[in-house]
């Protein structure tokens, strides 16, 4: 079994950064892919970006991209989401999930994963 709690969430103003923590329990961490989603209120969850096992392949929604990174630390069975240049749209709740599949491809949909952490708010002010 896997439990992934997230941390770092925070009220930053428009342009400001902001790094998610997410810390991930059970012996089979390093070898499923992680990724990082997003609700806003009123909205349907999103992918915002995805890592596979061995941190050689990184996934970014187009919103994103350029602007927020996405790394593990596996020493720590820690993932994080670096977060730049943050826009007032970014706001919303930011959960980690993790795929339940070894060595397996990153996916940018929700139903692919099996592990969800309860999430942290991220409110960025204009």
């Known amino acids: 079994q896997v439990q992934l709690v997230e941390s770092g969430g925070g009220l930053v103003q428009a342009g400001g950064s902001l790094r998610v923590s997410c810390a991930a329990s059970?012996?089979?961490?390093?070898?499923?892919?992680m990724g990082w989603f997003r609700q806003a209120p009123g909205k349907e969850r999103e992918f915002v970006a995805g890592?596979?096992?061995?941190?050689?392949?990184?996934r970014y929604a187009d919103s994103v991209k350029g602007r927020f990174t996405i790394s593990r630390d596996k020493a720590k069975s820690t993932a994080y989401l670096q977060m730049n240049s943050l826009k007032p749209e970014d706001t919303a709740m930011y959960y980690c999930a993790a795929q339940a599949t070894h060595f397996a491809e990153v996916v940018d949909t929700p139903n692919n994963y099996d592990y969800w952490g309860q999430g942290t708010q991220v409110t960025v002010s204009s």
């Open positions: 059970g012996r089979s961490f390093s070898t499923f892919p």
């Open positions: 890592i596979n096992w061995s941190g050689t392949t990184t």
